[in-house]
């Protein structure tokens, strides 16, 4: 098997935490970036049909995302600096509802993150500069998106904002900008 998975991270149900085997010699190294093979092996049964990419600079922090009505699998890495990756339950009923559980991902620990549906997602470049790759369930429906300010107190992520920027330098979209709380978005659905 080229993979092996941490499952259930930080005790919520369906993330996973997948690191590939690397092979490497003097020459460089070789991964297999995804074998649908070794996912079904550990029990994790998806079916991909688009592959994104995304480039950003240091403190570029995108997300909190999530789609409301075509939901998506992920599955994320990085190819290129490092991000800080994290993924809120937001599955009603869960027990973990509300919890989040965040990741450094990087071009050099070659990690990858599984986020089911369910789930708000988001990452902040740390590094200089980042490439951002990831798998998805569902095609793109650009009039589903939903978000969750990043900086939302009841959800509490730690962000570990680049050496030598504040929280109010992290650079986001317009939208991300205004974001609702977790306490609106319960109170929209009645959670």
Known sequence: MAITVEKNVNGIEGLCVITPKVFGDDRGYF?????????EAEGLNYTF???NQSASKKGVLRGLHFQKEYA?????R???G????VAVDLRPGSPTFGKHY???LSAENKKQFLVPKGFAHGFLVVSDFAEFCYKVTDFYHP???GGLAFDDPDINVQWPIPEGMTKADLILSDKDKINPSFKEYCAERGL
Not at 31 to 39: A, G, H, K, N, P
């Open 31 to 39: 991964i297999e970036t995804y074998s649908q093979r070794d996912m």
């Open 49 to 51: 049909v688009q592959d």
């Open 72 to 76: 998506q699998d992920k599955l994320v």
């Open 78 to 80: 990085v190819i290129s």
């Open 82 to 85: 490092e991000v800080y990756d």
């Open 102 to 104: 965040g990741i450094l």
């Open 143 to 145: 009039n589903d998106e």
